[in-house]
């Protein structure tokens, strides 16, 4: 401490600064330039002009409702009388959010409890399948169709009715909206907006966006076939009318939350999803009873196939900000610093007089390590002896 209050304060609050070498050389000057010109187009003409770097982003998730409307009459395999389906008949669950089932195919089949061959009790020998319990009437066997003999739903009565349906012309109802929670914060409240599809019926013809892509505009009621042919590649009708599939559809918004929210179109994507799950087991099925409300001992089983529609609504919001203006000009600001270190990195590495350029930018010191300790002192004693005079 007290060598600090001894020491000079002119040497104590000294100034350091750097000295600058001015190069008379125009392709220097050129260099330095150009670099500077490159940086400015990138800022002006990518950053802000393709990119919009002027913009505040915000990824969201939206909502979508769906509803069915169509009817169609069917003739089941060995029988003559055709039977009416609706939509109502067809749709399973009749209510969801967003998602939506189609039936192409329908099995009823007439079953009652009993002992019989169970189909979902795959067997070997007896050992795999189930076992009794005590003072049970009834003893498993393994049948030699490979199934376990066990109580079970059984057939009975006449066989199961199987029915294709024509359901192409079906009329899906899809409307969607998103809100951009964080950006709608920046505005005033009055401005505050929810984007979505217009909710108009009967549905207009689609047409193809100018990147191919299908747009809505002012209709959201599609045909089952319009949906099938928004996919890449287009799905027909007859290719998944006996197995099913499963479709994602994707509205896609891309929305400025300072316009009108009617200036906002959704894009709409199309994908067959049940291939890329199992390419070995495509297709969409399951099924579903209907109990007899006289005996609960027979039901009806609805076994079906048909189109799994997965309604997907995500979006992008973007505003102009102040502050991300700010932060890109800073940003083009230090990449503009940048530049005469470009430049004398070609000068000292590249040029043809770099052997100049690097003498004229460096002085270099002699060789402390060559000189003796007892002269080096001496030398410190003289140098302290000219400072205090």
């Known amino acids: 401490m007290m060598d600090l209050l001894k020491e000079d304060?002119?040497?104590?609050?000294?100034?350091?600064?750097k000295q600058q070498v001015e190069i008379l050389d125009r392709w220097l000057g050129l260099t330095n330039i150009g670099i500077q010109l490159g940086i400015m187009l990138?800022?002006?003409?990518?950053?802000?002009?393709?990119?919009s770097g002027y913009l505040l982003y915000e990824q969201a998730r939206g909502v979508a409702t769906t509803s069915v409307y169509g009817d169609v009459l069917a003739v089941a395999s060995g029988q003559t009388e055709p039977r009416y389906f609706n939509a109502d008949d067809l749709v399973y669950?009749?209510?969801?959010?967003?998602?939506?089932?189609?039936?192409t195919k329908v099995e009823i089949s007439h079953e009652e409890r009993g002992v019989c061959e169970d189909v979902t009790m795959v067997c070997e020998t007896v050992e795999d399948c189930s076992k009794p319990p005590k003072k049970a009437s009834w003893t498993p066997e393994c049948m030699p169709t490979g199934f376990c003999k066990e109580p079970s739903w059984c057939l009975y009565g006449d066989p199961a009715e199987k029915y294709s349906l024509d359901v192409g012309h079906f009329q899906v109802w899809i409307r969607t909206a998103i809100q951009f929670y964080k950006l709608n914060l920046l505005l005033p409240e009055d401005k505050r907006q929810t984007f979505g599809s217009a909710a108009l019926y009967p549905t207009p013809k689609l047409y193809g966006g100018p990147a191919g892509d299908n747009s809505i505009e002012d209709f959201n009621t599609f045909l089952v076939t319009d949906l099938l042919n928004m996919c890449v590649p287009p799905v027909r009708i007859e290719e998944v009318s006996e197995l099913g599939a499963a479709i994602e559809i994707q509205f896609n918004y891309d929305c400025n939350v300072g316009k009108d929210a009617a200036d906002c179109k959704p894009v709409i994507k199309a994908r067959r999803i049940d291939a890329v799950l199992d390419q070995h087991n495509i297709g969409y099925a399951f099924s579903y009873p209907l109990y007899d409300d006289d005996d609960k001992n027979k039901r009806q089983l609805y076994s079906v196939r048909g189109l799994r529609?997965?309604?997907?609504?995500?979006?992008?919001?973007?505003?102009?900000?102040?502050?991300?203006?700010?932060?890109?000009?800073s940003t083009a600001v230090a990449l503009l610093g940048f530049a005469p270190v470009f430049t004398d990195l070609l000068m000292i590495y590249t040029f043809k007089l770099k052997k100049k350029y690097y003498a004229r930018k460096y002085e270099h010191s002699q060789d402390f390590s060559d000189i003796p300790i007892a002269a080096d002192e001496a030398s410190d004693d003289e140098e302290e002896e000219e400072d205090f005079g």
Not at 9 to 17: A, E, F, Q, R
Request: net charge neutral; no cysteine; hydrophobic share 45%.
């Open 9 to 17: 304060v002119d040497k104590l609050l000294s100034y350091n600064t």
């Open 309 to 329: 529609f997965y309604v997907r609504t995500s979006g992008i919001g973007e505003k102009t900000d102040i502050s991300i203006i700010i932060l890109m000009l």
């Open 42 to 51: 990138y800022v002006g003409l990518y950053i802000f002009g393709m990119r």
């Open 93 to 103: 669950p009749p209510l969801e959010n967003g998602n939506i089932f189609i039936a």
